[in-house]
């Protein structure tokens, strides 16, 4: 990559990825990194900055999460965070211990240090803390740059270009966080704030041409955000070398199949086979009810489908050798790719389901990007805001809101449902305000009246979330008349649902889906 890029080094923090984008929100690029990264990849991003991460284990721990002490010694500015501080003072000789007072929520404090970091900052600063150990000596060489009334909060050594705070400047509650940031890349690293929506399109452009030469490609397409942006992007580069691929596999949205189509081919210009293999799908999906094998299966099926596919381009245009998907960076990190000690959550079709034996190279041309980047890089492609505005929906479609068994009188009755819910949002203009609004169908059925008669139907619950990238997600206060209009509108129009509950689960601790 020819633009400027910090590495962050992930030791399991839960703000991890909410650095990513503080810094890339400066249009300076980063990657996140697992702490157990060798040498060889950090220097294969050519960073001009390294920064390391909070995390949960304490640096003296048996299982602490190990990392080569010798990314100090690069000779490139390093940002500790919170365990990042304790991280830098343990391996530099220093002594870090369980805090007497541990810290956690928001504290003040105080800069003692004329330090490029804090450059600009106010002396007191209100800042978030999230540890309970605590730096008690530091290594050779450091001094003290800030502090709470309980413990060290900042530590400096210029002269090996080596920076580290024990608050968390990402996040909102540390009120100049972000000017912090802002300090370490551009007054310490030196960065050029190049990362733009023309400058990656250009640079993707350019290298997705040079990667495919004059070879066919395929892209699969969902109808949704990610796969659209995607075959746009690839399809400026090669053309008509470029044929989309939209599958039915059973578990899309009512009437899903067809409007995909004529959005992708008359607003988008794209070429694109529908191929309904509905039948294939929920064939392979009788019996199963855990979520993981759900998603494996989709995975693994979709890619039969389009070697099936490409075998039959490949008679008319001799040959394909590529496969475009629209993975996004929250896949990749979801899915363990990037992640060293934090757990996988769940695996993404994209990245979690790929069989061994593919026989297509892959084009992710998103891979490195947040959801709302991907939007952003829509519109400069001048696409359709009514295709960049829908929400997301996930790759395995109706099959990971069917909780147990996905058959089709279960699929059949989730989209009747998910289209009212989806409908009466859209009528309270509430559908562009929100991450994701749908329907789940949960496999309890309770007891219901209906005309005088006993009913004993199965439960629906709607969930609507705000989020910014699907990283983290807040539930919506939906408005009681819509609340009310929805729930009134499924138990009398769809016939097998007699009852609706809705989520009010934030991420984390839940998944904005239910599998």
């Given at each position: 990559m020819d633009t400027s890029s910090i590495v962050i080094l992930d030791f399991g923090s839960q703000y991890t990825q909410l650095i990513a984008r503080r810094i890339r929100e400066q249009n300076v690029f980063s990657v996140v990194l697992p702490c157990t990264a060798p040498i060889e990849a950090i220097n294969a991003q050519k960073p001009i900055g390294i920064i390391l991460s909070g995390g949960p284990c304490s640096v003296y721990d048996a299982d602490a999460p190990p990392s080569d002490p010798r990314v100090l010694a690069l000779g490139l500015p390093v940002l500790g965070i919170c365990y990042g501080l304790q991280y830098i003072t343990h391996h530099l000789g220093g002594k870090v211990r369980s805090a007497d007072k541990r810290e956690y929520g928001q504290a003040d404090v105080t800069l003692i240090d004329d330090t490029p970091l804090f450059d600009g900052l106010k002396p007191t600063q209100t800042v978030w803390m999230s540890h309970g150990d605590e730096a008690l000596e530091l290594p050779e060489g450091f001094h003290l740059t800030a502090k709470t009334a309980n413990a060290v909060a900042g530590i400096a050594n210029?002269?090996?270009?080596i920076w580290a705070v024990q608050f968390h400047p990402e996040v909102h509650h540390t009120r100049q966080g972000t000017a912090l940031l802002r300090n370490f890349l551009f007054k310490i690293c030196n960065a050029t704030?190049?990362?733009?929506?023309?400058?990656?399109i250009q640079s993707t452009i350019t290298a997705i041409r040079h990667k495919v030469g004059g070879g066919q490609v395929i892209c699969g397409l969902s109808g949704g955000v990610d796969s659209a942006v995607a075959a746009v992007l690839v399809h400026r580069a090669v053309g008509d070398q470029l044929t989309c691929i939209f599958v039915n596999n059973g578990v899309l949205r009512k009437h899903e199949f067809f409007k995909v189509q004529e959005s992708m081919r008359d607003k988008l210009g794209l070429k694109v086979v529908a191929?309904?293999?509905?039948?294939?799908?929920?064939?392979?999906?009788?019996?199963?009810?855990?979520?993981?094998?759900?998603?494996k299966i989709i995975g693994n099926e979709f890619i039969e489908v389009f070697d099936d596919e490409a075998k039959r381009i490949a008679e008319q245009s001799g040959g394909v050798d590529w496969l475009v998907q629209g993975t996004l960076?929250?896949?990749?990190?979801e899915s363990s790719s990037v992640k060293g000690p934090s757990q996988t959550i769940k695996s993404h079709h994209n990245v979690g389901g790929l069989p061994e034996t593919m026989k297509l190279k892959l084009i992710e041309p998103l891979r490195d990007l947040f959801k709302d980047e991907v939007r952003r890089i829509g519109r400069d492609l001048k696409m359709p805001e009514e295709i960049l505005q829908r929400q997301p929906f996930p790759g395995p479609g109706l099959a990971v809101r069917i909780l147990g068994e996905v058959t089709p009188e279960r699929v059949a009755l989730l989209q009747e449902a998910d289209e009212i819910v989806v409908t009466e949002i859209r009528a309270a203009g509430l559908y562009q305000q929100i991450w994701q609004s749908f329907a789940v169908l949960l496999p309890v059925k309770s007891v219901g009246v209906m005309g005088d008669q006993r009913t004993y139907a199965y439960t629906c619950a709607i969930r609507a979330v705000h989020s910014e990238d699907g990283m983290t997600a807040d539930w919506v206060p939906l408005p009681y008349e819509v609340l009310k209009t929805i729930s009134s509108r499924i138990v009398n129009e769809v016939r097998g649902i007699n009852r609706v509950v809705y989520d009010i689960t934030s991420k984390p601790p839940g998944t904005i889906e239910w599998e």
């Open positions: 210029p002269e090996k270009r704030p190049d990362w733009t929506a023309e400058h990656f191929v309904d293999a509905s039948g294939r799908f929920l064939g392979k999906l009788v019996g199963v009810s855990d979520p993981e094998t759900k998603r960076y929250p896949d990749v990190i």
